[in-house]
């Protein structure tokens, strides 16, 4: 686990908040629904939370405007039916 953990530390460059953070989500889960813990699922429950740290704290807030500039409609979408 301790290999698995490094990987994902250094693939996603984690600062120790996010892994904190990771941990404190995965770690809430299986007190909340101890049944979800399973041999195979603390991987892939590390991995997403890992995922949703990064995203929270590394995105600042984004209007759709800023992520992809507006383009016009095609003229197929402006027909009506």
């Given at each position: ?26 770690e ?54």
């Amino acid at each position: 686990m301790q290999q698995y953990v490094s990987l994902l530390v250094e693939r996603f460059r984690l600062t120790v908040g996010e892994l904190v953070m990771a941990y404190a989500c995965v770690e809430r889960v299986l007190v909340l629904h101890p049944t979800t813990m399973r041999v195979n699922s603390v991987r892939p429950m590390l991995l997403g939370a890992c995922i949703i740290a990064s995203k929270t704290s590394r995105d600042g807030d984004l209007s759709l405007s800023q992520v992809d500039p507006p383009r016009p409609l095609p003229a197929s979408f402006m027909r009506s039916t």
